[in-house]
């Protein structure tokens, strides 16, 4: 059994394309594990959103930004709302993500996408061919928020959180950033993120699992895509605040 592991799509159909011609070089997959964050923050939400809705095998859950745009919309509009008179500048903030919230949901809706993405749960449970137990997750055990699973957590803290998530293998996102810790309790992955890097940069990141019932392997894989291309959709792609997701590429050339 192979498995292609990747999040945070954010919306970026070139680098999800980058990333499934990888997982094509390496002779493909049986199956798709996605970890969440499909489609605010990005140029094409409606373009990534539909690539991962006909990906075989795929097994999905909802990110933070995916809920707020599909399910939640509300708590985007009370966090604006909330600051508008003590903090002008984070509630332009959030004007910003209730208006990509708004047009993400209109272009899915318009598309089809929306059900898909509006249904993703909040976590996903698999068992690999030799009993592997897996959770998959966007942030940690139970939500698709918060701080996440830090890089550099103690080891006490990985095992704390394999023993909530009553898992030998816990996959999650959100944070953008590579981790993979393996403790006595089990093995904590976070494959990086597919756009929105941090600290800007056009290199997507994803990871291959090949299952057997002796065991699995994992190989963390990194592939560049077209920060220009990205740039050029983006001025012509109608979103309502390009600058706030240029803010991810602080210095594009």
């Known amino acids: 059994m192979r498995i292609a592991i990747f999040s945070d799509t954010h919306g970026n159909s070139i680098a999800l394309d980058a990333v499934l011609a990888d997982i094509a070089g390496c002779g493909g997959v049986d199956a798709h594990w996605f970890l969440g964050d499909a489609a605010p923050i990005g140029f094409d939400p409606v373009g990534t959103v539909q690539r991962l809705m006909t990906l075989p095998g795929m097994v999905a859950v909802h990110g933070n930004g995916d809920r707020r745009v599909a399910t939640d919309p509300g708590e985007v509009r009370a966090r604006f709302e909330s600051l508008i008179a003590s903090d002008p500048a984070g509630a332009a903030g959030w004007r910003s993500i209730l208006a990509e ?12 996408g ?10 996903q449970r698999q068992t690999l061919p030799d009993g592997t137990r897996v959770l998959l997750v966007h942030a940690s055990p139970g939500t698709d928020q918060g701080s996440g699973v830090p890089v550099d957590a103690p080891d006490d803290t990985i095992a704390a959180l394999l ?11 959100h944070t953008h950033r590579v981790v993979d ?3 006595r309790a089990g093995r ?10 941090p ?22 894989r990194t592939v560049e895509w077209d ?7 983006l001025a012509v792609s109608g979103h309502p605040d390009p600058g706030h997701l240029l803010e991810f590429w602080p210095d594009p050339g």
């Open 227 to 233: 920060l220009d291309q990205m740039l050029a959709h």
């Open 101 to 112: 919230s708004r047009w993400v949901r209109d272009g899915l809706t318009a598309a089809g």
């Open 163 to 173: 023993r909530e998530a009553d898992a030998d293998l816990l996959l999650v996102g």
């Open 114 to 123: 929306y059900g898909w993405l509006a249904g993703l749960p909040l976590e």
């Open 199 to 220: 600290g800007g940069g056009s290199t997507a990141h994803w990871v291959l699992l090949e299952a057997t019932p002796a065991g699995y392997h994992l190989s963390h």
């Open 181 to 183: 810790r393996a403790v």
């Open 188 to 197: 904590v992955v976070n494959p990086g993120s597919v756009s929105n890097p």
